[in-house]
Nanobody, 114 residues
Framework: QVQLVEFGGGLVQAGGSLGLSCAGS????????MGWYRQTPGKQRELVAT???????NYADSVKGRFTISRGGAKNTVFLQMNSLTSEDTAVYYC????????WGQGTQVTVSA
């Protein structure tokens, strides 16, 4: 069973930067797609960014040019570098992975103070 564990998150001032990382375990195979979604209270979970095992990336329009997603050297790790953060980026960020099934991490809080 695939498990995803997120690292990073926390409190940062507007205009600052923060990095998130996620490590997947429980499979000997490379996860086809990994990425990040985020959710705020009362709203649906929304895409932030994804990256395929071949390195193809997809970003939400709201984060293009500010966030960068990458896969680590270790198998099934993914990073999200977030720059120029605003209060609109405040959310719980969830690591996401997909093979035959969809997998989610527990979530990590990112709070951007004005």
């Amino acid at each position: 069973q695939v498990q995803l564990v997120e690292f990073g998150g926390g409190l940062v001032q507007a205009g600052g930067s923060l990095g998130l990382s996620c490590a997947g375990s429980g499979t000997p195979f490379s996860l086809n797609v990994m990425g990040w979604y985020r959710q705020t209270p009362g709203k649906q979970r929304e895409l932030v960014a994804t990256i395929s095992s071949r390195g193809a990336t997809n970003y939400a329009d709201s984060v293009k040019g500010r966030f960068t997603i990458s896969r680590g050297g270790a198998k099934n790790t993914v990073f999200l570098q977030m720059n120029s953060l605003t209060s609109e980026d405040t959310a719980v960020y969830y690591c996401y992975a997909q093979n035959q099934w969809t997998h989610w991490g527990q979530g990590t809080q990112v709070t951007v103070s004005a």
